[in-house]
């Protein structure tokens, strides 16, 4: 870099470091963030993870500014580095306890998935999904979901690194050069801290591989967290041994169903994905917001930038794609838990007095969410949550009573066939009385129905997010 230039017209102050974002279209976006000219820079200076070059703020020492830099943005594949957002969500699950688990706890797990698995023979047409069942500690769980989350998050941080290409007129990109690499592996080390930060969280929060209803291991594999379980139970004054059977109970429902409807794997993931795809970028206002919410920030403190960054500093307006992809997403999330929440309720009320108590403690959980799903909100950009879970279990419920089990569960053959928001909206009138519209063929029905009993399935979603 040049050397500074002094002060025109012979100015007693002292010389200023110059913004190194100078001339570029990116000198707004970060020249709020590392302090500058012009009364502009922030107390404390510098940016997240970045050191300042001193206490009274300004510019930070950019000599270990690009020192950290260079070491955020080490080779890696794809648009983010994983060896860096797993190496953070690890250490946010150290900063609790994390014991590993005993055989007793696998034991314990297996048990009450078999005996869940039991249980729900008379309650659904589909068949066991669980090929294996075993307790996880919260870093098991980070490795052994990984691969699907890069699946949910890679394509919002290179649809994100794409959108703000394009916003960037040519004549600027020639001006910026090697400024436009930069960019994209500074969105790129952003969200692998992003990524690394609501695993981990995450992790702290999550009960079972299904506790969020994305399939996030490959099918048949039911595993449940004691160590998150533990708490979870305490606070709802009620034994251990009931919670787990209560969740295990959970996680072999929903192993069976995705199990037993091969598409529908792909249609969830392949709806976050829509959803990531869909992101526009406006440069000009998203460097207004990031101005406008940099200025009631302490630069000086650590934890209040960390939050900032977690609470969506860079989160971006939903684009019309998005938008009808979300509503795609919500509705069959709510299908999901719907149904999983009305062939537990079956399993359980001759079994379980408690089973009222925990199905109402899992909804409100599941409706509410909490500060990791919040912090997923703004990884992936949508909230993984069934808003409308209540309204899907009565009407899985209301077509169960009126046409039995095999025609609530056939209604999974085909996504054609799948209830829409307008369903939602009157659910126990889904499918009701002659009137009822046909939303498909009897020819295609059977035809569905060969593909199901084959083993196959058409999603309409694209095989790669497999």
Do not use: C
């Amino acid at each position: 870099m040049s050397e500074t230039p002094g002060n025109p017209g012979g100015s007693e102050e002292p010389d200023e470091p110059q913004n190194p974002f100078k001339g570029t279209p990116f000198e707004g976006l970060f020249g709020g963030m590392f302090g500058g000219t012009g009364g502009q820079g922030l107390p404390g200076g510098g940016f997240p993870g970045f050191p300042a070059s001193g206490a009274g703020g300004g510019m930070p020492d950019l000599s270990q500014l690009f020192g950290q830099l260079q070491a955020l943005m080490q080779p890696y594949d794809g648009p983010l580095n994983w060896d860096v957002a797993l190496d953070l969500a690890r250490k946010t699950v150290a900063q609790t306890p994390d014991p590993s688990v005993t055989q007793r706890q696998k034991d314990a797990v297996a048990d009450a998935v078999r005996l869940a698995d039991h249980w729900l023979e008379d309650t659904t047409s589909f068949p066991s999904g669980v090929r294996t069942a075993t307790a996880w500690s919260k870093a098991e769980w980070l490795v052994n979901t990984l691969e699907v989350w890069k699946v949910l998050v890679e394509p919002v941080a290179q649809s994100s690194v794409n959108a703000m290409s394009t916003q960037v007129p040519e004549e600027m990109k020639a001006m910026a050069g090697p400024m436009m690499g930069f960019l994209g592996k500074a969105v790129g080390a952003l969200y692998a801290n992003q990524a690394g930060a609501g695993l981990g969280q995450l992790a702290g929060e999550v009960l079972s591989v299904s506790d969020i209803g994305v399939p996030l291991t490959e099918p048949g594999r039911a595993a449940l967290l004691p160590t998150n379980i533990a708490p979870f139970a305490e606070g709802l004054g009620l034994g251990e041994d009931d919670v787990l059977l209560y969740l295990a109970l959970r996680e072999a429902a929903h192993q069976r169903l995705f199990a037993g409807v091969p598409w529908l794997r792909d249609h969830v993931i392949g709806a976050v994905r829509e959803y990531a795809t869909g992101v526009e970028v406006n440069l000009e206002g998203m460097q207004q917001r990031v101005q406008e919410q940099l200025q009631g920030l302490d630069m000086s403190n650590p934890e209040e930038l960390q939050r900032a960054f977690e609470t969506g500093m860079f989160e971006l307006p939903e684009s019309p794609q998005q938008k009808a992809a979300l509503e795609k997403l919500e509705v069959v999330l709510a299908l999901v838990e719907g149904w999983v929440d009305e062939v537990v309720g079956l399993a359980t009320a001759e079994r379980m007095p408690n089973a009222a108590k925990l199905q109402e403690a899992v909804r409100r959980r599941r409706a509410a969410g909490g500060p990791a799903e919040q912090t997923f909100a703004t990884l992936v950009g949508l909230e993984l949550r069934p808003r409308r879970l209540r309204d899907a279990a009565a009407l899985w419920g209301s077509l169960r009573t009126r046409q039995g089990i095999e025609a609530r569960d056939g209604v999974w053959m085909s996504p054609a066939l799948l209830p829409t928001t307008a369903d939602l909206d009157d659910p126990l009138g889904f499918r009701e009385g002659a009137d009822a519209p046909a939303t498909m063929s009897e020819d295609d029905f059977d035809a569905e129905l060969r593909k199901l009993l084959e083993g196959g399935g058409e999603s309409g979603d694209t095989p790669e997010a497999e």
